[in-house]
């Protein structure tokens, strides 16, 4: 019996099959945690917090509600402030300036390099102002930003570099893990990540004691001891059934990073004669982590609708640039050409852990006849 091949769906993530692989360990320890009533703080927290710290090399880990709180805790304890100037890549995810945007403090957005959609030190350098205070690369799609040439630009303006390592848990550059460049950098834990809880949650690293223990006061209402105020914070904290999970799947990270990094090699060989289809590649010193796999085509629209009419759902990360959002519409940020472009022809292809081959050939096979059709 031949099987309908539009019904063969291929998600963009399988985060099925990953829970699949920790329930047992998960649903053990939360019946321990749920018996103690232990939900927030706790032990198991610090767990998670130390382990974490020690798997990207960083001297503390803090665990908060969200990536997007985390970056704002990263920005506010490295000393930005309202009416400070942070510079930013044009092309991530709209977390990156919201989170400058709600200190009081001005995104700078700036155009991306054209071979890998990473920030460029060019334009970074070319954008500071006596005004600026942070600089904020965007580890972007399981890569690491090239953070050795932000340094020298950021310490000739007094600048701190703060990481948004939110796609990037496990990728290194000359083997510096992502999020150990900078004074801090903010990461997240949402489900879709390489290392996502069932929830939301995210984490602020840092080598500085100074930094981990500002934002411990402002994640804790500005408390560090109950009913006690020391300055205006706010509530995100890492709760423990979060914890739980992301802990049990810190200990395969390691080898899922290893199995997205198979399936990136078999897409690379499974379109390498497909014409009309860029792909990305791995920069020169990176060991990326591929959390997306993100391909360049023209039509990308026409191209996309024909992949989702065949069940595999692909996406775009992202559509549209921080400076074009409306989010925005009303500052004058100016053109960011190469990351305008992109974003017209930028397409996510399904990667995950347990992905299949025959899962990948079969979107191999759409996409190559979709590229054709156009």
Known sequence: MSVDVHLQVVPLVDLVAQQAEVHDEVM?????????????G????????????SFVGA???????????????????????????VILPANTFIATAEAVSRIGAVPVPVDVDPDYLLISPAAVAAAVTSRTQAIVPVHLFGQTAFVEQLSPIAESCGAVIIEDAAQSQGATRF??????????????????????AAGDAGAVLTDD????????????????????HEVIGFNSRLDTVQAVVLKAKLARLHL???????AAERYAALLADVPGVELPREAPGNA??????VVRVQHRDAVLRALHDAGIQAGIHYPVPVHLSGAYAKASFGAFPVAEEAAGQILSLPLFPHITVEQQERVAEVL???VRAV
Do not use: M, Q
């Open 28 to 40: 053990a320890e939360l019946a321990s945690v749920l018996s103690t009533a232990a939900f927030i």
């Open 42 to 53: 706790g032990p198991v927290v610090a767990a998670f917090e130390a382990a974490y710290a």
């Open 59 to 85: 001297s503390h880990c803090v665990g908060v509600g969200n990536g997007t709180d985390a970056l704002e805790l990263a920005l506010r304890a490295g000393g930005v402030r309202a009416g400070g100037e």
């Open 175 to 196: 083997g510096r893990h992502a999020g150990t460049w900078g004074l801090a950098a903010g990461t997240s834990f949402y489900p879709g990540k390489n290392l996502g």
């Open 209 to 228: 004691p100074a930094v981990a223990a500002r934002v411990r006061l402002l994640s804790a209402h500005g408390s560090s001891e109950k009913y006690h």
């Open 256 to 262: 899922w990073n290893l199995r997205r990094r198979e």
């Open 288 to 293: 990326d982590v591929w959390h997306l796999y």
């Open 368 to 370: 190559a006849d979709g």
